[in-house]
């Protein structure tokens, strides 16, 4: 069950973390303004924790550099404006704890609390996070590092709002700016099927998606594309076992690579069967995370443990290999093209549905905290853009403090779709 509070709500924190997504400016507007409506003052951090996390090291807080107060003024047309106006970084000040028994170390805690207490220097009596499942992490460890403090200690309720071109978010069926990310892929996708058309070539475009495959399959519906790949079809042929230390055994699943690259081929000879020569392909990023090992020896790790994906190029490795086996396999030559795209669609005009679902989620946060009362809960949409509030502890796994991603479900009806309108491939 979510925590209560029984604060009289008058100074606001809102903080933006992670990368952009279309309609962040809805979801931080609409929650700002909620509150200047009663009265209440409210403090836009900005560029995320990156200033929190140093707070008693760098002094204090300084308005107009580390935050803003948001005025009616301020929010003028801003809620279907591009952008993050408060910033954001990937700054994570919970990186360090990782277990319920770290909140009692004072090493392991020290940027939770000086995050801590940069906020109680503005005496803000709620806290609005906004962002990703990195983000949500984070959100929880500031919510039970209070939990460890004295009685008489400044308590603030902590509400937060999930964020992710990705979708991959557990607790919501969409999240805000995923369909307008969609639809700026998609266009791209469109035009190359028209470039590749002229030339009788290939595009492999590699979408943003970490984790899941939500971008990369809605791209590639909309925008028409000829396959798509993500990380939910590294399974059954797609995958083999690696074996990454010998003494004992341990292993990971990574893609069967030969096979990925042959599947490829086999729609591609599909195709020219049909007369088509050319098309597209999309597969998410995250696959890079299946690469057998020798494609990641010495690629970086960010604060999250997640590989450095960009320095992989994993559009223009995949690219190179498939041009090479279709040679191999027909003795012909078919250019292919390794594109990555996503960032192009992280401050898009947001759509109309963006902009309404970022706004009630905005809304949301308000109604959490002063109608509901509530603390520790992320706020959900569903239905007739129906709020409901989930308390963390169904989000984040008590022990190890992590998040749960919410994967394209295998033969679900909407993995289902992109196969049948893809070109079919006998598998």
């Not at 100074?11 to 962040?24: K, N, Q």
């Not at 993500?230 to 096979?259: F, H, P």
């Not at 949301?364 to 853009?385: D, I």
Request: charge should be negative; aromatic fraction near 8%; charged fraction near 25%.
């Amino acid at each position: 069950m979510p925590d209560h509070h029984e604060l009289d709500i008058k100074r606001v924190a809102i903080l933006f973390a992670g990368g952009p997504a279309p309609a962040a400016n809805a979801v931080i507007s609409t929650a700002a303004f909620s509150f200047l409506e009663e009265g209440a003052q409210v403090f836009g951090i900005k560029h995320g924790y990156s200033r929190l996390a140093e707070y008693t090291s760098a002094g204090p807080l300084v308005e107009g550099e580390d935050y803003i107060r948001f005025t009616h003024d301020s929010l003028v047309h801003a809620r279907s404006s591009r952008g993050i106006m408060i910033g954001t970084a990937r700054t994570n000040p919970g990186k360090h704890v990782s277990s319920p028994d770290h909140l009692n170390d004072a090493e392991l805690v020290a940027p939770l609390r000086r995050v801590y207490e940069g906020l109680c220097s503005l005496e803000v009596d709620a806290l609005i996070s906004i962002g990703g499942d990195d983000t949500l992490k984070t959100a929880n460890k500031i919510k039970l590092y209070q939990d460890t403090l004295p009685s008489d200690a400044r308590r603030f309720p902590v509400i937060h709002l999930p964020k992710t071109i990705d979708n991959d978010y557990s607790g919501i069926d969409f999240t805000f700016g995923f369909f307008t990310a969609v639809e700026t892929l998609a266009e791209e996708i469109r035009n190359l099927n028209y470039d590749a058309a002229a030339g009788r070539s290939y595009f492999l475009c590699e979408a943003m998606g970490r984790s899941a495959g939500w971008l990369s399959y809605g791209a590639a519906i909309a925008g028409e594309a000829s396959m798509v790949l993500s990380v939910e079809d590294v399974v059954g042929s797609l995958a083999e076992e690696e074996v990454v230390n010998q003494e004992t055994g341990e292993t990971r699943k990574v893609m069967a690579m030969d096979r990925v690259i042959d599947r490829m081929v086999d729609m591609m000879l599909a195709r020219e069967r049909e007369g088509r020569p050319s098309g597209t392909i999309v597969l998410a990023e995250g696959m890079a995370e299946y690469l057998p090992s020798k494609y990641l020896e010495g690629v970086s790790r960010d604060d999250h443990g997640h590989i450095n994906i960009s320095s992989i190029n994993l559009s223009a490795l995949i690219a190179k290999m498939l041009s090479e086996r279709y040679t191999d396999r027909t003795g012909r030559t078919r250019k292919v093209n390794g594109l990555q795209l996503g960032y192009e669609s992280r401050c898009a005009p947001p759509h109309a549905y963006d902009v309404m679902l970022g706004s009630q989620l905005g809304v949301g946060a308000y109604r959490a905290l002063v109608e509901e009362k509530l603390n520790g809960v992320m706020v959900s949409v569903s239905g007739q853009l129906d709020l409901h509030y989930v308390p963390f502890e169904e989000l984040v796994d008590p022990e190890t403090l992590v998040t749960k991603v919410r994967f394209i479900e295998p033969n679900s009806d909407f993995h289902r779709l992109a196969r049948f309108l893809e070109t079919c491939v006998d598998s």
